[in-house]
């Protein structure tokens, strides 16, 4: 087989057991949170592109907030608080909309739910700004269950589809009543998709017919799927994962737990690159030598 | 600081349930793990469940009762797909299916040729050279010649010689870079969800040493289960 007796360094790199592979990431995900370095980041492109958008929110403003399932919160939690903090503060109104389950539970998690006085994380924000539901926000459930026809109908035709919320309360005498179609809309964000955005109801019927600003906060698998989208003009920004919600955290002012994992993942990413380097050094080095050394023909010396 | 009851039971499950999953680097099954994986399906089905079925009383039946008569068509639609479990009366399922899959192509076919298609060519026909911009302009370059050279790499029609050939090799390098990039972005994503995640029962202080505890005596317990056979016999 070619092995050589004694300690080969190539063959304990190319064959490290995963056990302590995995072990050095919990260290190097939770050493930084149990003692913070302060690492610093700078704001990407697509994040200033997303805050643009926010920025220009007026007091009044529409604004669609698709819901994030629990899978992809904890990617894009810091991008959902911080958008949503930025929202509350423009004194923008809020149609929240899901197409899963736990995406109310995940909202309910950051705003609260007023009817059994369970706090969220921007209570405290919401107290202050006299953000409160059925006057600044509406949640009208599991809508986007009915596919196509929810998105068009939301689109074209609110007001003779949509009458309750998702308790069954009725929705008149809301600022609602001023939504008509989608030309009522001032923004759409998408708050954390499962994939990249741009393909979907909202790409479509929102920002393809009429024009309304489409904006996702992405997890890292949909990433580059919807930068074509940006390409095209449907999406006009995203924040990229958890970077990108550090990004938002630091541009709007109000250092969160985005920005506190951004040590994290700098070590992690040099982590995966020094594992990249390990693994191709005890490949050339070794496996591929075994695997040459096995087509030779026999007679070799072995020790 | 006092932690409410409710949340103190809820953070600590959490953490056990978290480090019990965990346990899945071990590369061995282990009781903690095949306990918690049960137990979160079960309990991940059930949570749906009870969601779907409020969602349909509170936006089916109250309306229905409160004189919209036209849920009634939806209602009875969707209790027609339930026929499917019945090999007799599967039959029955395929209307509400036709209605959706009929409805939601004539919605949205139009847009999804335009969006998916008719945009991202147009996307495509941008300047190679942008004057006074380097930096779109490599942007720009780099996005005709990668997308022909994939474009080539597909064609399947007929063999390609020659100068043409060394398009293929570009496509699918290109192909490969493009697949290595995904995949470092699904990477980050996931180191990202992974630090969330820990950060939420890190977070507050007074989670730390429950966190760590009881990773201590889950992953203690698995090495002494480990070493004394008990997994093999017990995960």
Redesign the interface.
Known sequence: MGEKEGFNIFKAMAYIDRKYLFLMIFVVVLGPILFPIGIPIKVGKNTRLYYSYLDELESGDVVYWIGATYRSFMEVKSGYVATLRTIIEKDAKLIVVYSEGDEQAVFQSVMGNPDTNTPGILTPLMEKSDYKYMEDYVELGMILVGGEAAYVSLARNFQDFIHNDYKGTSIEGTFLDEVHTAEDIALIVHAGPLGGIGADGFGRHFALDFGVPYLGNVIGVGISTTQAWIDTGIVKGMLESGRGGAELEFLIGHPGVGLRAMDCMTLGHYYFIALVIVGNIGYFGWERQAMLEEKRPTGDEQI | MTVPLFEFTATIVGIFCTWSLYTQ???KPTPFRSIVSNAYIGIGMG??TV??MW?I???GI??LMRG?WWMAIGIVLSALMISRINRKYSYLARLPLAI?VG???G??LR??I???FI??V??MIVPPIVPGDITQSIYNSTNIIVALCLIMFFVYTRELKGPLSHTIRLGAAFLYI?LG??FA????????????????I??PEWK?PYTLGIAAIIFGATIVMDRYGLLDKYG
């Open positions: 680097f071990f590369a949570m749906v969601i779907n969602f009383y509170n936006n109250l309306p919209e959706t409805t939601g192509l919605l949205g847009t999804q335009t969006t998916s945009k991202q147009l996307a493009g990039t995904i972005q699904t990477f980050m994503g996931r180191l990202s969800m992974f630090t969330g995640y820990m950060q939420q890190m977070t730390i």
